[in-house]
């Protein structure tokens, strides 16, 4: 069996993600197939390794054994295919997508300095918005994306990454903790419908029973950066605070320098998740898991 990589591929990723499902979609292949690995593998070493919960999935102590051995042939691996790619020593460009708050307040600067001296390459890359990275990913013009949303593609592989939250925010002093009657309080900035914030955000107020309608909206804006910059130059005739929604990525220089003010919901939380994607054809392309991993290790 250790000489079967992609049945203990499948494992770890089973175990890593605590979901069948979520498996799947990580290793681009369909959630029966996913089964069947497992049970090959049970089958073979005659013992249960997952046990399904009502809370997800947990190793049994056999699993759990299997999945210490398999880390150490995985990080053997990996540092095999360093090697690799020093012989291959490939002069190409590696192309890189992501959208709009990634491309803009995470990803610039020194990240994509250190992730070039990594992979030994040079690296582009392209602010675009989710549905174009993923039909550049299928047309070849980049190599891997980087996005806000999961949209369902049978060609595309993904793998969450990063946890990004959704904070109100001024550039007056507002309080830090937000009550529902203090949001009717505001004027607003506001994304346009459609938008993945927007989504999000009528979502949580759905929960709290808020709305929109009711706001004093000053004006719809149709990205992140003009959201930033209208509240950036904004001035309340009324000395009414002007207040939008933004992810606290974007704002993060700003809120520690006293040049902007975040607030959250009592009680509740605008989360979303960030998604590293890339084209399931790149599934095992060496270059691409290098990228992948690099990022994934958070060095970005």
Partial sequence: MLKDFTKMETF????RERSFSKAS?????????????????????????????????K????????????????????????????IINKEMTFHLGASFTIGNYIIPGKCLNTLGQAINNDITLSVKDNDDIIEALKDRKIDVGLMETFIQDHDIIYREWLEDELVVFSNTPIPKILKTEDLYGFEWICREEGSHTRRIV??????????????????????????????????SKSGVPIVSIISKFAIADEVQKGE?????????E????????????????AYVDNVVEYIMSGHC
Avoid at 260 to 268: C, K, Q, S, T, V
Avoid at 270 to 285: D, G, L, Q
């Fill in 202 to 235: 009528s979502e949580v107020f759905s929960e709290l029973g808020v709305s929109c309608s009711n706001f004093t909206v000053l004006s719809e804006v149709s990205n992140e950066t003009a959201v930033l910059q209208t509240i950036k130059r904004s001035h």
């Fill in 260 to 268: 902007l003010f975040e607030a959250r919901l009592r009680g509740h």
């Fill in 59 to 86: 190793l049994t102590a056999e699993g759990d054994e299997l999945y210490k051995v398999i880390i150490k042939l995985e990080q053997s691996v990996h540092a095999a295919e360093k090697e690799i790619l020093k």
């Fill in 25 to 57: 979609a990580k290793l681009g292949i369909s959630q029966p197939a996913v089964t069947q690995q497992i049970k090959f593998i049970e089958k073979y070493l005659d013992t249960k390794i997952i046990e399904r919960k009502k809370n997800g999935l």
């Fill in 12 to 15: 770890l990723t089973v175990a």
């Fill in 270 to 285: 605008m989360k979303r998740k960030f998604y590293i994607a890339y084209a399931k054809e790149n599934k095992h392309n």
